[in-house]
């Protein structure tokens, strides 16, 4: 059965995610106040809609209650992604995934409900933030305030030891938690797995340690 979903806010972050989710199989309602919108993504959402996410009773006439999962993008009006969650919550959705603009909005979405909060453009910058410092910190996730998975690029510093050669757990407090070899993935890899130069690294654990080890044992 294909997956379905309802994207509300077609910007550029909820037209990003309307787009992946097509390409990757998914049906999706796409919704915005826009009619200018809503023609763009005619042509790519499986429906795309001009409504009001405030109204109740336009989302109710949608059938937004009859979906799993709604994602709620809306741009820059605070007022409408709160009341929009609200409505979509009170409706029954199981999943709801809203944007935040900041701190405050996001402490007031997860009082009401939402089941996922994201903050692209914090999140985007920390991940940038993370790639110029290093070279070697090709990816971030965060996880918390202070632990995130990195995925970090060997070099010649480390190339041909083991992981139990390194102790980097002993040393730094992190775990290497996979190895991306080329094509191949190596999970929970063992201590006596050596390290080839070019290997990109999986590594979690917080973020000063990580930070630590790849200043210290990389540089």
Do not use: W
Not at 25 to 35: F, L
Not at 50 to 65: H, M, R
Not at 85 to 91: G, Q, R, Y
Not at 131 to 156: A, C, G, P, R, W
């Amino acid at each position: 059965m294909r997956k379905e979903f309802v994207v509300i806010g077609l910007g550029r972050f909820g037209g990003s995610i309307c787009r992946e989710l097509v390409r990757l199989g998914a049906d999706v309602m796409a919704i915005d106040s826009s009619s200018d919108r809503v023609e763009e993504f005619s042509k790519i959402a499986t429906h795309a809609v001009i409504a009001d996410s405030t109204d109740e009773e336009a989302l109710k006439s949608l059938g937004i209650q009859n979906f799993e999962h709604v994602i709620v993008a809306i741009g820059d009006d605070i007022q409408a992604s709160i009341l929009t969650t609200l409505i979509i919550k009170e409706l029954g959705v199981p999943q709801v995934t809203v944007k935040a603009q900041n701190d405050y909005h996001a402490k007031v979405l997860q009082k009401i409900g939402a089941d996922l909060i994201v903050h692209p453009e914090r999140d985007m910058g920390i991940r940038i933030a993370n790639n110029i410092m290093s070279s070697n910190v090709l990816d971030y996730l965060e996880l918390s305030d202070e632990h995130s998975i990195m995925e970090i690029k060997s070099n010649h510093r480390i190339a041909g030891y083991s992981i139990k050669d390194l102790d980097i757990r002993a040393n730094y407090g992190i775990n290497i938690i996979g190895i991306k070899r080329g094509e191949q993935i190596i999970i929970s890899p063992s201590a006596d797995e050596k390290i080839l130069l070019g290997d990109i690294l999986l590594v979690i654990g917080a973020v000063v340690d990580i930070n630590r080890f790849v200043n210290r044992a990389m540089t």
